[in-house]
Each structure stands twice: as C-alpha cells, then as structure tokens.
Nanobody, 125 residues
Framework: QVQLVESGGGLVQAGGSLRLSCTASGSIFRPNTMGWSRQVPGKVRELVAA???????HYADSVKGRFTISRDSAKNTVLLEMNSLNPDDTAVYYC???????????????????WGQGTQVTIAS
C-alpha cells in the first residue's frame, strides 16, 4: 500500500499562484510516475501533469506554460507550481502514483495505482 497526502490548496484571485505538495509513504515501488489530476463535480477526472522516475515530464495542454511539476525522489514528494490561475482551474486536485515510467501516450489515463484524498483549489474571478 502507498499513501499519498496532498497540501497547499486554497482560495486565490485570478492571476495568482499556488503551490501544491504531495508526499508518498508506504511500500513505494520504483520506477514510478507521480502525477497531479483535478476534478470538477460532474466532470471526468483530468490528469494535468506527471513526472517519471527518470525525469520525463508531461503536461496537459490546458496547463502547459502555467504549471510546473517537480519531484524529489529521495523525499518521495512531488510539487505542482501553478501560476496565472484562472477560474477554470477551480477543482479538487489529487496526487497519484503509478508503477513504471509512463510515456506520452499513457501518462494522462486516470488509471493510476494510488490516489490521495485531494485538496480544493478555488480561483476567484
């Protein structure tokens, strides 16, 4: 079992920034891909960014150029720096981890092995 705990959500004005953090613990498999997804009620969960053990980074088009993902494998943490936020970014953000180094065709499928509880991000217009 792997546990994921997110932190850093909150309420910000449009144009502002937030940083989300996720720490993994338990029986962490390697290699792995750690990612961030978001979900709005009534909509499909969307993977927005992911980073593999070998350092490959993937972004959804909706956040490319505004969000930056990074990881510290020694600390089992992954960060998501979010800039130029707009109301469309409002969602519950979930951290996730999956076995293996996912490629550009697989990283965005919401079939990760473990998920965190989520943290609310609200952008006020």
């Amino acid at each position: 079992q792997v546990q994921l705990v997110e932190s850093g959500g909150g309420l910000v004005q449009a144009g502002g920034s937030l940083r989300l953090s996720c720490t993994a613990s338990g029986s962490i498999f390697r290699p792995n891909t750690m990612g961030w997804s978001r979900q709005v009620p009534g909509k499909v969960r969307e993977l927005v960014a992911a980073v593999t053990s070998d350092g490959t980074i993937h972004y959804a088009d909706s956040v490319k150029g505004r969000f930056t993902i990074s990881r510290d494998s020694a600390k089992n943490t992954v960060l998501l720096e979010m800039n130029s936020l707009n109301p469309d970014d409002t969602a519950v953000y979930y951290c996730a981890i999956k076995k293996g180094n996912l490629n550009s065709r697989t990283w965005y499928h919401p079939t990760y092995d473990y998920w965190g509880q989520g943290t609310q991000v609200t952008i006020a217009s």
